[in-house]
């Protein structure tokens, strides 16, 4: 089992970025900013509807070969698809950027 806790200077930065965040969301919504504005993008995909926690259930429920098959008729080279596993997906899930 993964630690909870960061262990390199990466994960605390980013765990920092993330009680900053949560801190600031708080202020705006204590202060009432949100009854005039609306909270979407990647923080609000993320943080009000779990897209990290959907994108690992999609994942772990892949069947890879299917999906290999079906996606093998639109390669030139289906070969190409070897490197698809769940590690691969998930580190590509882990580059998405929502803007």
């Given at each position: 089992?993964?630690?909870p806790l960061p262990e390199t200077p990466g994960e605390m930065l980013i765990a920092?970025?993330?009680v900053l965040q949560s801190l600031a969301l708080l202020g705006l919504w204590r202060a009432k900013f949100f009854n005039h504005t609306a909270f979407y993008?990647?923080?609000a995909l993320r943080i009000l509807y779990g897209l990290d926690r959907l994108l690992n259930?999609?994942?772990n429920n892949l069947d890879i070969n299917a999906a290999r098959k079906e996606v093998a008729?639109?390669?030139k080279d289906a070969r190409k698809l070897d490197i698809?596993?769940?590690d691969f997906f998930r580190s590509a899930a882990q580059?998405?950027?929502v803007i």
């Open positions: 089992m993964p630690s920092l970025r993330e993008g990647g923080t259930e999609a994942i008729p639109f390669i698809w596993s769940k580059m998405i950027v």
